[in-house]
C-alpha cells in the first residue's frame, strides 16, 4: 500500500536554529495518525553574517526571526516546497543596507534526499525600484511536469512578480556559499511601466491549460491592479486578462483551476472576499464572492462569469480560499470547496463544498464544514488554507484539509463512501375491478385488492458487503389518510411485509387513483465500514417513487363519469305565522340523469339562521333512508346528507328534512333555504352537482318551491279592515342566481277574480317575455280600471335563463257592484300656457313698493344714526398721552 502523509505549515513555530526566533517549520505528519508530527530539517543553518567594513566586527547579512517560513507548503510526487515570504536580508552596500523583505524558499527532492535553497528575488536588483520587497514565495505551485511557479507581490514598487523555473534548474545552480545564485533558464515577469505600481501581481499563483495546446500556463491574481479592480493575468505567462465588476473587492486574492463541467478544458475560479452586496434592506454589507470562468472551445475565457458564488455572512471573508477538491462523490464532475475563515459565529470560520455539474457549479453549498472544538477568544481562522485532491484513506474518494491557525490545528475531512441506489415500485393490476374480491380479510371478508413490489440496486467503490435501507411504504386509500409501514431490507437479503387489507367501506374517494409510494434511505443504525465511515447515498439519488393503480368505475369504457345531477324541492307548508310552533317539512328529489356515477354525492342544506334542523322524514312510500350530519363534522352550519357513493346513473332520491322556526320575528319577511348536490369530481372535471333554492316570501310568508339554481323574488301589500278586504297590488320578479343557465322554466301566478260572491280582482296586463299564457283574457273589456271574470285566474310565464317578469293586479272595486269611470286627458309639459305680462308687472311694482316702506320704517327708528369714532369727550380725553409717559 502506498504510503500516504500530511504537510502542514507552522509559519510562528520556533526550531532548534540559532539565534531565530519563530522562524517557522513544516511539519511531517504519518497517516493514519500513527505518532506525533516532526519537523522537517528544510535549513538547520542559523543567521549568517558578513564582515562590516573589513574591519573584524561582524553584523547580520539575513533575518529569520519572524519569517513565516511554512506559510506557502507544496508538494508534488516525492518533492516539497516550503517558503518564508518574510524572510530579509542585509545586503551589503557602501553606505550600509537596510532589511528588506526578499523572501526565501527551500526545495526538498527525491524523498528528503536534497535540500536547496531558491531565493530568487535575493538579486542585484535590491532596492524598493527593484526586488527588494519582492515577498517571494507568498504564493507558489507545481505544475503537472514539477516545475515550480513563485509570486513576489512586491517586486517593482509592489507591480508585483512571478518567477519560475525547473527543479533541475534550481538544483544545478545551488551553490550554499553564495548568497546571490543566477538560476539558467528561470521565467520570470520584468518591470513594467509606473502605472502598474501597487498592483500586487503573483498575491495569487495556479496553473492550467488555457491556450488550447498541451502545456500548461501559469495564472496570477492582481487583487490592486487596473485602479483596485483587480484582474487575473494568465497564459505564457500573462496572455490576457479577466476584468471583475466591483472596485476594491480584492479580486484575485485567490485562484484556482480545475474542470467543473467535464468538457476536458480547465476552468477558472476566483476569490474576491471584500466583495460588497446589497441587503435586504439596501444596505451594503462586505460578505465576499467567488466568480467562476467557464472556458470556450478554442482556449477563450469569457469575459464574464459564467456564475458566482457569494457568500452569506458580513465580514466573513468567502473567497479567501479556494480548493479543487477533485470528483468527491464520483459523479464524473470536479467539485470545489471555499473558505471563509471569519464566517460563522463568532468568527470561527466555514467551508462551503459545492458539487460540479454539467452548467457548471452547484449554486447552494451541498455541505458546509465548522470545526468542532470549544470557541476560543480570537478568531479560529478555519478555512483560512483549503488542500484537496488527494485520497488518504484509500476509498476511491479524494479527502480535504482545512487549516485553522488561531487554534492551531488542521482538520482532515474524509469522503465518505458513496452509495448509488435505484429502486423499482410496481403494482399490480394498474385497474381494479371492486367486483373481483380476491383478498381475504382478517374477519374473513372478501375484497379486492393490488400486489405490491419493489426492488432496490446499490453500487459504489469499496462499500461494505451488504447495504442496509430503511424503506417506508404508503399505500394511500383514503383521502387525508393511508397506511404506513417501515420496513428495514438487512444486509442479509430483502425482507418484505405486505401493509394490511381494507374494507371497501373504510374509504369514500373512489375517483382518485389509488397511490403508492416508497421511500428509501441508508439505515443509520448501520455499522461503519472498515475505515470507521458510514456510507452515503450520492445527492442525485432519487429517494421517492410513486405508482397509482386506478378504481374501475361504473362509468363506460372510457371508465370517466359524466353525471348529469338534478334537484328539486318542495314544503309542505305555504306560509309560516308569528306565535304558530312552525314546524316545516322540506322534501327533494335528486336525480342523476347523466352517463355513470356520481361519487361522493352529498346534499348540502343551508337554512336560514333563525332555523333548526330536528331530523329526517321517516321513510316511507318512495323515501329513501338518509344519513344527514350538520356541518358535516367540519363545524359549518350546513346540513349534508350522503345521496350515495356513487349515486349510480338513473338513480332517483326521494327524501325529507325536518326544521322548526321558534325564533320568527315580525321583521323577517321571508325565509329562505338553499339546497345543492355536491358530488367529488376527482381527476374527472372536479367539484359540481345541482343546485336550488326555497324561500317564503310577503307578510306572512308564501312558500315557493324552486330548482336549477332559480331564486324568486315578490313584493306586494296587503290592507285589512274591519269591512273586509279593501286592495290589492303586486309586482313579482324572478332572476336566475347560477351558477349555470337553465333551459326550461316557469313562474305560476294565481289571485282571486272574486270575493264573497262579488268581483274583486281585473288583471290589467303585464310586461316582461311574450310568451305568457293566462287562464282569463287580461284587460278582456279594454278599460284601466274595470270588473273582470268570476271565479280565480292566473297567469303562467316562460322564463329565460336571466330576466325579470312584471305581473300588475288593478283595484277593482270596493264592496258593491259599481264601477269607477275617469276620465284622464295629457298634456305635454311644454304645451301649458304663458304666465300674462300684466301680471309680473304687478308683482315687481308690489316688490318695490314693499321695500321703499321696509327702509322708511327703519329711518324713523335710528338705524341708519352712527355715531363718531371716539364717543363722547370723556373718552376722547382718556385716550391722550400722559404728560410723564410723553417724558
Not at 515570504?85 to 551589503?92: I, T
Request: charged fraction near 15%; hydrophobic fraction near 35%; proline fraction near 7%.
Amino acid at each position: 500500500m502506498l504510503s500516504v502523509s500530511i504537510l502542514v505549515g507552522a509559519p510562528k513555530a520556533n526550531t532548534s536554529q540559532p539565534n531565530v526566533t519563530q522562524g517557522g517549520a513544516v511539519y511531517h505528519c504519518p497517516w493514519p495518525p500513527r505518532t506525533g508530527c516532526t519537523p522537517i530539517d528544510f535549513d538547520h543553518i542559523g543567521t549568517r553574517t558578513h564582515d562590516l567594513g573589513g574591519n573584524g566586527s561582524s553584523g547580520p547579512l539575513e533575518f529569520k526571526s519572524l519569517q513565516w517560513f511554512g506559510a506557502t507548503v507544496r508538494a508534488h510526487n516525492g518533492s516539497i516546497l516550503a517558503c518564508a515570504p518574510l524572510y530579509s536580508w542585509s545586503p551589503p552596500k557602501e553606505e550600509g543596507g537596510g532589511r528588506e523583505p526578499v523572501g526565501s524558499c527551500f526545495l526538498s527532492i527525491g524523498n528528503f534526499s536534497k535540500f536547496v535553497e531558491y531565493a530568487p528575488c535575493r538579486s542585484d536588483l535590491n532596492s524598493a525600484a527593484g526586488q527588494g520587497y519582492c515577498q517571494g514565495g507568498f504564493s507558489a505551485e507545481f505544475t503537472q511536469t514539477g516545475r515550480v511557479l513563485l509570486g513576489g507581490p512586491g517586486s517593482f514598487f509592489w507591480q508585483g512578480q512571478v518567477i519560475s523555473a525547473t527543479q533541475e534548474q534550481i538544483s544545478g545552480s545551488s551553490y550554499p556559499g553564495y548568497l546571490i545564485q543566477e538560476v539558467l533558464g528561470q521565467l520570470q515577469t520584468r518591470q513594467a511601466a509606473p502605472t502598474h505600481d501597487d498592483s500586487y501581481m503573483g498575491y495569487s499563483v495556479a496553473v492550467g491549460e488555457f491556450s488550447g495546446d498541451t502545456i500548461q500556463d501559469f495564472v496570477a491574481g492582481v487583487p490592486k491592479g487596473n485602479l483596485t479592480y483587480g484582474y487575473v493575468r494568465m497564459g505564457d505567462p500573462y496572455r490576457c486578462w479577466v476584468p471583475p465588476p466591483q472596485m476594491a473587492a480584492y479580486f484575485g486574492y485567490a485562484v484556482a483551476v480545475t474542470d467543473v463541467n467535464n468538457d476536458g478544458r480547465s476552468d477558472l475560479l476566483v476569490g474576491a472576499p471584500l466583495f460588497m452586496s446589497r441587503s435586504g434592506g439596501g444596505r451594503a454589507q462586505e460578505v465576499g464572492r467567488v466568480y467562476v470562468y467557464v472556458q470556450r472551445g478554442g482556449g477563450a475565457m469569457a469575459a464574464a462569469p459564467s456564475q458566482t458564488l457569494t457568500g452569506e455572512h458580513e465580514f466573513g471573508r468567502f473567497g479567501s480560499a479556494i480548493a479543487a477538491l477533485g470528483d468527491l462523490d464520483l459523479d464524473g464532475f470536479n467539485d470545489v470547496a471555499v473558505g471563509a475563515p471569519l464566517g460563522a459565529e463568532g468568527r470561527r470560520g466555514l467551508v462551503h463544498v459545492y458539487r460540479g455539474g454539467e452548467r457548471g457549479l452547484s449554486a447552494r453549498p451541498c455541505q458546509v464544514l465548522r470545526g468542532r472544538w470549544s470557541p476560543p477568544p480570537q478568531p479560529d481562522f478555519f478555512g483560512a488554507a483549503l488542500r484537496g485532491g488527494h485520497d488518504l484513506d484509500g476509498n476511491g474518494h479524494p479527502d480535504l484539509l482545512v487549516g485553522a491557525f488561531g487554534v492551531d490545528t488542521v482538520v482532515v475531512f474524509r469522503a465518505r463512501p458513496i452509495v448509488h441506489a435505484s429502486a423499482m415500485l410496481s403494482i399490480a393490476p394498474t385497474m381494479v375491478n371492486p367486483e373481483e374480491r380476491g383478498c381475504v380479510l382478517e374477519s374473513g371478508g372478501h375484497v379486492a385488492c393490488i400486489n405490491i413490489s419493489f426492488c432496490l440496486n446499490a453500487s459504489g467503490l469499496h462499500l461494505p458487503a451488504s447495504i442496509a435501507f430503511s424503506v417506508e411504504l404508503s399505500v394511500d386509500t383514503a383521502k387525508g389518510g393511508g397506511s404506513r409501514r417501515a420496513l428495514l431490507l438487512p444486509g442479509g437479503g430483502p425482507h418484505t411485509q405486505p401493509p394490511p387489507a381494507r374494507n371497501e367501506s373504510e374509504f369514500r374517494d373512489k375517483l382518485s387513483p389509488i397511490a403508492v409510494g416508497l421511500s428509501f434511505a441508508l439505515d443509520p443504525r448501520a455499522p461503519p465500514d472498515a475505515r470507521g465511515l458510514h456510507p452515503v447515498l450520492a445527492a442525485q439519488t432519487h429517494t421517492h417513487l410513486e405508482a397509482k393503480a386506478h378504481i374501475q368505475l361504473d362509468c363506460g369504457e372510457d371508465n370517466v363519469c359524466v353525471p348529469d345531477l338534478q334537484l328539486e324541492a318542495f314544503a309542505d307548508r305555504r306560509a309560516v305565522y308569528l306565535g304558530d310552533r312552525n314546524s316545516l317539512n322540506l322534501t327533494f328529489h335528486a336525480r342523476n340523469q347523466g352517463e355513470g356515477g356520481a361519487y361522493e354525492a352529498e346534499l348540502h342544506v343551508r337554512p336560514p339562521p333563525h332555523a333548526q334542523y330536528t331530523g329526517v322524514l321517516h321513510p316511507h312510500g318512495n323515501f329513501s333512508a338518509l344519513s344527514c350530519e350538520l356541518g358535516g363534522g367540519n363545524g359549518s352550519d350546513s346540513l349534508i346528507c350522503d345521496l350515495g357513493n356513487p349515486m349510480k346513473a338513473g338513480a332517483s332520491i326521494w327524501g325529507g328534512l325536518r326544521f322548526t322556526i321558534p325564533h320568527l320575528n315580525d321583521s323577517s319577511k321571508s325565509i329562505r333555504f338553499e339546497l345543492q348536490i355536491r358530488r367529488w369530481g376527482g381527476t374527472h372535471g372536479g367539484d359540481g352537482g345541482a343546485m336550488g333554492s326555497m324561500g317564503c316570501y310577503g307578510v306572512y310568508g308564501m312558500l315557493w318551491g324552486l330548482w336549477d339554481a332559480m331564486g324568486c323574488y315578490g313584493v306586494y301589500g296587503i290592507l285589512w279592515d274591519a269591512m273586509g278586504f279593501m286592495g290589492c297590488y303586486g309586482v313579482y320578479g324572478v332572476v336566475n342566481e347560477g351558477p349555470s343557465a337553465i333551459s326550461l322554466g316557469s313562474l305560476e301566478l294565481r289571485c282571486p277574480l272574486r270575493y264573497r260572491g262579488l268581483p274583486l280582482l281585473y288583471i290589467i296586463g303585464h310586461s316582461g317575455p311574450p310568451n305568457c299564457s293566462s287562464s282569463h283574457p287580461m284587460d278582456s273589456l279594454g278599460l284601466a280600471v274595470g270588473m273582470g271574470q268570476w271565479g280565480w285566474g292566473g297567469a303562467v310565464g316562460g322564463i329565460g335563463s336571466t330576466g325579470w317578469h312584471w305581473v300588475a293586479l288593478g283595484l277593482l272595486g270596493i264592496i258593491g257592484w259599481y264601477w269607477v269611470v275617469t276620465g284622464l286627458q295629457w298634456v305635454r309639459a311644454e304645451g301649458s300656457a304663458a304666465v300674462p305680462l300684466w301680471v309680473v308687472v304687478v308683482s315687481v311694482l308690489l316688490g318695490l313698493l314693499l321695500l321703499a316702506l321696509l327702509c322708511y320704517g327703519l329711518y324713523k327708528l335710528g338705524f341708519f344714526k352712527r355715531s363718531g369714532p371716539y364717543g363722547t369727550a370723556m373718552e376722547k380725553a382718556q385716550l391722550k398721552p400722559q404728560a410723564a409717559s410723553e417724558a
